[in-house]
T-cell receptor, first 118, second 113 residues
């Protein structure tokens, strides 16, 4: 079952603007991760935030985590055309399950498709 | 260069055939994973392996099989029992333990013809 749900499903902004994507999840987690996928390619890891962290920065990326609301946000500042991609949140559940659904491994949402207009 | 390699990039299968997708990594990672991605959807876990000669079913294992005879390799076989195999398949690997990121291959697009 998919745990994370990103919002919005699609986002189109002008180059230079900031882009914000949200992720909600259902169960307890060890950490939450954000990945980027260019069309027809594999996923690339962007940032990992642990369950005991509230905010993390990496370059133009800012991630927040609110475990009480089971939600996270990804902010991309000063967007560029090259940021056009799909962005996925992924949760690492706690405790890990070993049978049936929810097996070990990350659980992904359906993604936000971000388009940066030049 | 270190990385994870999937082959082939495109694969066509006839109805009733089994096909095997290759995944090789030279990152010295213990854990390897197979995910399926359908258009406009997220990734769903098919199988994972935390150590050589051991693997576990994920959320959608029916119609698939795997093996883990070597640390570097984790091939996925899509069997004729998989009713809707057309999808984008992604292999990933990671270090053992918590709070580790996954490294993904470039994917194999499988189409049933």
């Amino acid at each position: 079952s998919q745990q994370g749900e990103e919002d919005p499903q699609a986002l189109s902004i002008q180059e230079g603007e900031n882009a914000t994507m949200n992720c909600s999840y259902k169960t307890s987690i060890n950490n939450l991760q954000w990945y980027r996928q260019n069309s027809g390619r594999g996923l690339v890891h962007l940032i990992l935030i642990r369950s005991n962290e509230r905010e993390k920065h990496s370059g133009r990326l800012r991630v927040t985590l609110d475990t009480s609301k089971k939600s996270s946000s990804l902010l991309i500042t000063a967007s560029r055309a090259a940021d056009t991609a799909s962005y996925f949140c992924a949760t690492d559940p706690s405790p890990r399950m070993y049978s049936g659904g929810g097996a070990d491994g990350l659980t992904f949402g359906k993604g936000t498709h971000l388009i940066i207009q030049p | 260069d270190g990385g994870i390699t999937q082959s082939p990039k495109y694969l066509f299968r006839k109805e009733g055939q089994n096909v095997t997708l290759s995944c090789e990594q030279n990152l010295n990672h213990d854990a390897m994973y197979w995910y399926r991605q359908d258009p406009g959807q997220g990734l769903r876990l098919i199988y994972y392996s935390q150590i050589v000669n051991d693997f576990q079913k994920g959320d959608i294992a029916e119609g698939y099989s795997v093996s883990r005879e070597k640390k570097e390799s984790f091939p996925l076989t899509v069997t004729s029992a998989q009713k809707n195999p057309t999808a984008f398949y992604l292999c990933a690997s990671s270090m053992q333990g918590r709070n580790t990121e996954a490294f993904f291959g470039q994917g194999t697009r499988l189409t049933v013809v």
